[in-house]
């Protein structure tokens, strides 16, 4: 959720170098059962179970007291240094039991998996992070908050690639854990990092809001926007996947927005945009694939568009506001074969690269995906950069990789929309296109939405 | 019920069914309550309970299509003793199906009609005498045709007493019944309407038409979809505005309604039968034009309704969006609630509009079939100068979407509604090309 200013201000590089990930930890396995975890050096300074076991043990019995959204935005509203030294309390009661659970998870996953070098890294950050949390001394001033929002940030920034790096370890894995337990763990997983970014990020915007009021703008409560427009939330991600398109197709197709583009509700723009982007890459590249496959790639004939209808929830409505957001596009749509896997990580099921164009279309990859797609497309480019990254990460440079949406575009947009009770639906029309249905609940009436794994 | 009466049909009325049939006429006569909980019914439910333990004996579409192809007299002999024999088992566990329900939902009105006219049904095709001859298949091609049009107040009546009866029917168990009800009801109208079918293509045959290459029986091999979509299109935006009398006041009542784009692959042709297809469209285009009607009450020209056809390798797809405003009702929670028949889920069941609706087209003696046909022969009746009820020539009675849902599901397809809230509405059909996968659909 830092993302929102840096990506906002073009600086987004947060890349986990992924190089240095394969150079640190997947010569693990190499060395052989031999070499302990100790041996491996991003390993040394963090807490050894038996230190960590009373710790999470006494917070396992901390009953869990979610925040709730109204809570988060109460903070806000208005900001003041006692609001902020509020969230603190907050930020240290939720996010170290938050990220206990994750620990807890990680330590009950079978022993082989636990062995995996991305898992068992995974398993040390977390340790760490838990540790660090749980121990950290009450936050009584401003400037001590100033200090523990300094941590934190560098908290979050470590732990923006946890979900790539941990799927990159089941992916190893397929074969001592079934793709069912492996979705359902990284689902759990993924949420449990959507309520550790939301807690942390709220209080570091609104730390930081209150350090430089300048820098506030009156729409803004932290990190959630009261008036997000998904017009120029649109323009914004289809500007970037135009150009990604572009670089790596060399074409791409317009987008035409209509419905109601004059709405706003409140809601958090870095998961807008995180969806809206994820939806993009595939529609547009399915859009320019399929019109390749009917055209022939030099041809006047155009590009359908990719049209976006925004419908703004109506005031007399009797059930929760929602905003909707349907993606449509001619991009041939998916077969009815590969509809039950578009909301699989890809990595669950392994497919080798030969039959990924048979089944073919970026949908299907988000089930082929992984390993398969790499390995055809972007051999020797930026490793793993591409598959893993997320929003923070996601770069021009990392090609075909990007636009390919490669793995867990669709299901982890689908765990965002769902976060505050929306949802993410998707309707093919084999061999015509696609359409995708985002429902978003507007945020300001949404306060009861618990801060929460679950 | 005066056919029970009718001396021309002696074999009705043969031996010990005399008991039954005379029980069944003080019913339909008198107050319906006390016919049911006759002692002589509930002893005279021997027969019933033969027929009952008897298990239906499915023919999958491919083995109608096949036997059809080369029709002949030996074929349509088997094929007429088939439906003569199978129907009355058929009926028979759904007469068995209505028994179970609990007492007091049978007993609701409506529901009392359709368990006389099943009773009635069953009793007289069991006495049907073998068929022999061509002579004899006439006969009986014309004693199944009056009874499936005498049957056409099944769905309101059954709608009616659903509807009612709710409160004392969980949903779930509800719709379930209502289901095995109306796809048992569709497969004895398939094989019913597909053996008159095939008696007819004989007959042409024999008088020298050869029999149209384009159908065997009652399914079309090459059905276009996109000239269905514009029959329909057509027939709905030729009749008057204000249709439904449900004009907001002061809204423009001489505009022209949405029109209708067809778009995808718009030269499709599948083989299915069109009274299925054409029914789905209809209702879906009925909705999608009157929401928007409503929805843009002021405006000068309507929205267009998009229909996008999508041609798969085993199922065909038509999407429907319009700009009604959506599904948002406060009376559903989900708008697949708005293809069950419990009001439970969809309280717009109870409104006295729907009720009374319903129980007028209960009583007609047109009832209601679920096809274009029948709506089609409703509009083009005198409107309202003619009607001083004022009610709509075609009234609303809620059928539509659950109807629209068994016709999509019952060869395996399927029916899906996006809403919009707020902007509109987007129906998603999809059915099985009855070409490639015959084996697995049973009728």
């Known amino acids: 959720m830092l993302a929102v200013r840096s990506c906002l201000t073009g600086c987004c590089h947060i890349d986990l170098s992924p190089r240095i990930a394969q150079s640190t930890v997947a010569r693990g396995p190499r060395r052989g059962f031999r070499s302990s975890t100790r041996s491996n050096p991003t390993v040394e300074n963090s807490p050894t179970p038996a230190e960590i076991a009373p710790l999470l043990d006494k917070f396992a019995t901390y009953p869990a007291r979610p925040v709730t959204l109204s809570t988060l935005l109460s903070l806000g509203q208005p ?205 547009f590249r399915a859009s320019v694939e399929r019109h390749h496959k009917l055209y022939g790639p030099s041809t006047d004939h155009p590009i359908p568009p990719v049209v976006l209808t925004i419908a703004s929830p109506n005031s007399s409505s009797p059930h929760p506001a929602v905003l909707s957001i349907r993606v449509r596009d001619q991009g041939g749509g998916v077969s009815p074969a590969n509809i039950p896997h578009i909301f699989s990580y890809s990595f669950t099921t392994a497919r080798s690269s030969d039959d990924a164009d048979e089944i073919g279309g970026p949908y299907a990859m988000q089930h082929v995906g992984g390993s398969a797609a790499i390995d055809s497309s972007m051999r020797g480019a930026s490793g793993t950069g591409g598959l893993f990254s997320e929003i923070v990460g996601r770069g021009v440079q990392t090609g075909m990789g990007t636009i390919a949406g490669l793995g867990y575009g669709l299901p982890m947009s689908r765990l965002y929309a769902m976060y505050f009770g929306g949802s993410l639906d998707f309707f093919s029309l084999d061999g015509w296109g696609s359409d995708v249905f985002v429902k978003l609940r507007c945020l300001d009436q949404a306060g009861d939405v618990h801060i929460d794994s679950s | 019920m005066t056919w029970l009466l009718s001396p021309a049909k002696p074999f009705m009325l043969a031996g010990s069914s005399r008991r039954i049939l005379t029980n069944v006429l003080t019913t339909t006569r008198s107050v319906g309550r006390r016919g049911l909980s006759n002692a002589q019914h509930f002893y005279g439910n021997k027969q019933l309970e033969l027929y009952a333990a008897k298990e239906a004996k499915p023919m999958t579409l491919r083995q109608l299509v096949f036997f059809g192809r080369s029709i002949n007299e030996e074929r349509v002999i088997i094929s007429g003793n088939y439906v003569r024999t199978e129907l009355p088992v058929r009926i028979a566990h759904r007469l068995r199906d209505l028994q179970a329900l609990p007492y007091i939902v049978v007993t609701q009105e409506g529901m009392d009609k359709v368990y006389e006219m099943y009773l009635s049904a069953f009793d007289r095709f069991r006495r049907f005498p073998e068929i022999k001859t061509l002579e004899d298949n006439e006969v009986f091609c014309k004693f199944v045709r009056e009874l499936l049009d005498e049957h056409s107040t099944v769905i309101p009546n059954l709608s009616l007493g659903l509807s009612l009866a709710s409160p004392y029917l969980a949903p779930n168990r509800l719709d379930s019944f209502m289901r095995r009800m109306l796809v048992s009801r569709i497969s004895r109208r398939v094989l019913a309407e597909h053996h008159i ?146 009001h439970l889920r969809n309280s717009t069941r109870m409104e006295h509009s729907r009720l009374g609706a319903l129980r007028s087209v209960s009583s007609s003696t047109k009832g209601i079939t679920a096809t274009v046909k029948e709506q089609l022969g409703s509009m083009s009746q005198p409107t309202t100068r003619e009607r001083p009820d004022r009610t709509a020539p075609y009234p609303r009675i809620g059928i539509g979407l659950p109807m629209s849902n068994i016709f999509a599901t019952y060869f395996g397809g399927s029916l899906e509604l996006v809403s919009m809230d707020g902007y509109g509405t987007d129906v998603y059909l999809r059915l099985p090309k009855l070409g490639t996968n015959l084996e697995g659909i049973e009728v």
Request: proline share 5%; net charge neutral.
């Open chain 1, 79 to 283: 900001l003041t240094p006692q609001s902020v030294l509020n969230s603190v309390k907050h930020v240290l009661s939720e996010v170290p039991r938050l990220f206990g659970q994750r620990v807890r998870a990680l330590e009950g996953l079978p022993f082989i998996v636990g062995m995996n070098p991305f898992i068992a890294k995974t398993l040390v950050a977390h340790r760490k992070a838990f540790q660090l949390l749980a121990t950290y001394p009450p936050v009584k001033s401003l400037g001590d908050n100033a200090n523990f929002t300094e941590q934190l940030e560098i908290l979050v920034q470590t732990h923006v690639n946890d979900i790539p790096i941990m799927a990159k370890g089941f992916q190893e894995c397929s074969r001592y854990m079934s793709p069912q337990q492996v979705s359902d763990f990284l689902d759990s997983a993924i949420r449990n990092r959507i309520a550790v970014r939301l807690l942390a990020e709220q209080h570091i915007a609104l730390s930081r809001d209150l350090q430089n009021p300048s820098s506030r703008t009156i729409d803004h409560i932290g990190v959630v926007h009261m008036k997000c427009s998904p017009r120029s939330m649109i323009k914004m991600c289809g500007s970037f996947v135009s150009d990604l398109c572009e670089a790596t197709l060399g074409s791409s197709p317009e987008i035409v927005i209509d419905g109601d583009g004059d709405a706003t509700f409140a809601y958090i723009p870095v998961h807008l945009e995180y969806i809206l982007t994820e939806i993009l890459k595939n529609s």
């Open chain 2, 197 to 342: 079918a095939l008696s007819k293509d004989l007959q042409a045959r024999r008088r020298g038409n050869g029999a149209s290459s384009d159908h065997v029986g009652i399914i079309y091999t090459a059905l276009n979809i996109r000239k269905s979509v514009e029959k329909c299109a057509a027939y709905l935006r030729s009749r008057a505005f204000d249709v439904d009398h449900d004009m907001p006041k002061g809204a423009n009542t001489t505009a022209a309604w949405s029109e209708i784009i067809v778009d995808g692959h718009t030269e499709t042709t599948f083989p299915y039968i069109p009274e299925h297809l054409e029914y789905i469209i209809f209702e879906l285009l009925k909705n999608s034009l009157r929401a928007t009607r409503l929805t843009h009450a002021d405006a000068r020209t309507l929205p267009p309704i998009q229909a996008t056809i999508s041609a798969g390798e085993n199922m065909v797809a038509i999407r429907i969006s319009d700009q009604g405003g959506g599904l948002l009702l406060p009376q559903i929670k989900s708008p697949s609630d708005l293809f069950s028949f419990s």
